[in-house]
């Protein structure tokens, strides 16, 4: 009795294992913030455009934005009092 209970559970166990629950195309917390189309490249193994040159825009916005307006990336950690 106990056997066919086992290979019951692990026969529905495997069943869930299909393509459409592979856990490599869903999102996970250290995957939200992050730019939408760089998730779904990264998940889907899609090649780059062999093309395309990076051009670092938006970074380079950044942080000329924040040198502008005198803001750091961090604030800096004092000691003891």
């Not at 290979?7 to 939408?36: E, H, K, P, W």
Request: proline fraction near 4%; hydrophobic fraction near 35%.
């Amino acid at each position: 009795m106990l056997t066919t209970s086992k290979s019951a559970l692990i026969d529905y166990a495997l069943s869930l294992r299909d393509s459409s629950n592979n856990r490599a195309f869903t999102v996970g917390a250290s995957d939200i913030g992050q730019c939408s189309r760089k998730v779904w490249f990264a998940k889907h193994g899609a090649e780059r455009d062999p093309g395309r040159v990076d051009t670092w825009g938006a970074t380079l916005r950044g942080q000329i934005s924040n040198s502008i307006s005198g803001r750091r990336r961090c604030a800096p950690v004092s000691g003891p009092a």
